[in-house]
């Protein structure tokens, strides 16, 4: 089993910036990569972005492309997901997961999710 534990949410204003960060345990050796989706009230979970362990390879939703950085750090077991130019739309709650292989929408690992809200 792996435990994914969020933190670094919270309330900001549009256009500021938020720093998430998920810190893996256990198993965390099964693993191939790690990611953030978010999901709000009624809709499904969408994926954000995500890094492999071992290359650092990263992907990224186009909605936030270019304002979201996600990183790792393997000594720590820990990503990262810093958050630029917040719009009201990226208010949800975000969720850390892990994945033992696959592709980016798979996911085998969830934390309870952190909450952003972005006020206007």
């Known amino acids: 089993q792996v435990q994914l534990v969020e933190s670094g949410g919270g309330l900001v204003q549009a256009g500021g910036s938020l720093r998430l960060s998920c810190a893996a345990s256990?198993?965390?050796?099964?693993?191939?990569?790690m990611s953030w989706f978010r999901q709000v009230p009624g809709k499904e979970r969408d994926f954000v972005a995500g890094?492999?362990?071992?290359?650092?390879?990263?992907s990224y939703a186009n909605s936030v492309k270019g304002r979201f950085t996600i990183s790792r750090n393997n000594a720590l077991k820990t990503i990262y997901l810093r958050m630029n130019s917040l719009k009201p739309e990226d208010t949800a709650v975000y969720y850390c997961?892990?994945?033992?292989?696959?592709?980016?929408?798979?996911?085998?690992?969830w934390g309870q999710g952190t909450q952003v809200t972005v006020s206007s």
């Open positions: 256990g198993r965390t050796s099964s693993t191939y990569a």
């Open positions: 997961a892990a994945r033992k292989g696959g592709n980016w929408s798979r996911t085998d690992y």
């Open positions: 890094i492999t362990w071992a290359s650092g390879t990263t």
